[in-house]
């Protein structure tokens, strides 16, 4: 059986959480980061020296990075269901899986911050608008490019929707005045309804 470790607060987390239940593999959590601690043992340090979340364990193989455990998830288990075989078609949908970590997530982080967690530094309505200008700007790309597909990469549910829906979640469910999104909305509540994403993302944001 695999073991996830981290919280499932966490965006990185519930990316990896989501994955492995589309693929059918069957799993343990382990609570670790944030409240829960535990980061900073040495056997933690050797599962993962950057002492962050996730890390999966796959027998005696360790993997962190969310993004690279998707990968290895859906390469791995997943070839029938989210994985793509086809360069380009994989080439797209990793290009979406990098946005989120370059682009989305570093928009939403002030918002969640600030509005949901009230954390010092992060409260200031500056900082906050700041962020919320910078997710809607992102939002108005992803609206566009779900515009005439069912999903990121086009007909085929994969990788990509996983990681950018994670994102999506906590766009429409913090307690925020966002723009109209009619696809991106269509989109997510699509990728909600699927039992392995009910699963993975816990209602509400915390």
């Not at 999506?168 to 469910?173: E, Q, Y």
């Amino acid at each position: 059986m695999l073991k996830i470790w981290g919280r499932l607060s966490s965006i990185n987390v519930q990316k990896v959480v989501w994955a492995a239940g589309e693929v059918g593999k069957a799993f343990e959590r382990i609570d670790v980061g944030g409240p829960f601690g535990g980061l900073d043992t040495p056997e933690y340090r050797a599962m993962n020296p950057n002492r962050q979340i996730p890390v999966l364990e796959d027998g005696d193989f360790h993997l962190w990075e969310s993004n690279s455990i998707v990968r290895y998830l859906a390469a791995r288990y997943g070839a029938a269901d989210i994985w793509e075989a086809d360069v380009v078609r994989r080439a797209e949908a990793e290009r979406w899986m990098d946005w989120m970590l370059s682009e989305l997530q570093p928009a939403l982080a002030p918002v969640l911050w600030g509005v949901v967690r009230k954390a010092p530094g992060y409260t200031d309505p500056k900082v906050i608008a700041e962020g919320m200008k910078r997710a809607e700007a992102l939002m108005t790309i992803l609206e566009a490019q779900l515009a005439d597909k069912p999903f990121l990469s086009g007909e085929r549910f994969g990788v990509a929707d996983i990681t950018v829906g994670c994102g999506a979640h906590r766009w429409f469910n913090m307690p925020v005045e966002r723009a109209e999104r009619p696809v991106v909305r269509r989109w997510y509540e699509a990728l909600f309804a699927r039992p392995a994403a009910q699963a993975a993302l816990p209602l509400p944001i915390t």
